[in-house]
């Protein structure tokens, strides 16, 4: 059976990651209060935001932003979004 943890962006019991996304004390943080579901969500908002924004990941302002941006994004509240991204139709 799959781990659940209470996810930090959807307020539900979902699965959870089946490793920290990276070392250190925020990586285990994600990996005990984020779904899979909603980190997969963040990894493409992330790719996202890097593309249409032309960040530069050796920049530690661009790391810093986007840092700010996850932890909004996972606390379930408004995040940046790529200046004239519409998302796809659901029809």
């Known amino acids: 059976m799959a781990r ?7 307020h539900e019991e979902l699965e959870g ?5 990276f070392p250190g004390p925020k ?7 984020v779904s899979r579901k909603a980190w997969e969500e963040w990894t493409r908002h992330q790719t996202m935001l ?12 661009a790391r810093r932003y986007l840092e700010a941006q996850r932890d909004s ?3 379930g509240e408004s995040v940046d979004a790529a200046e004239g991204y519409v998302p796809p139709s659901e029809e």
């Open 27 to 33: 990586g285990e943080e994600i990996y005990n209060s």
């Open 73 to 75: 994004f996972l606390a």
């Open 4 to 10: 659940t943890v209470h996810c930090s962006r959807y």
């Open 17 to 21: 990651l089946p490793a920290p996304p």
């Open 50 to 61: 890097i593309n249409e924004r032309h960040l530069n990941l050796m920049d530690a302002d």
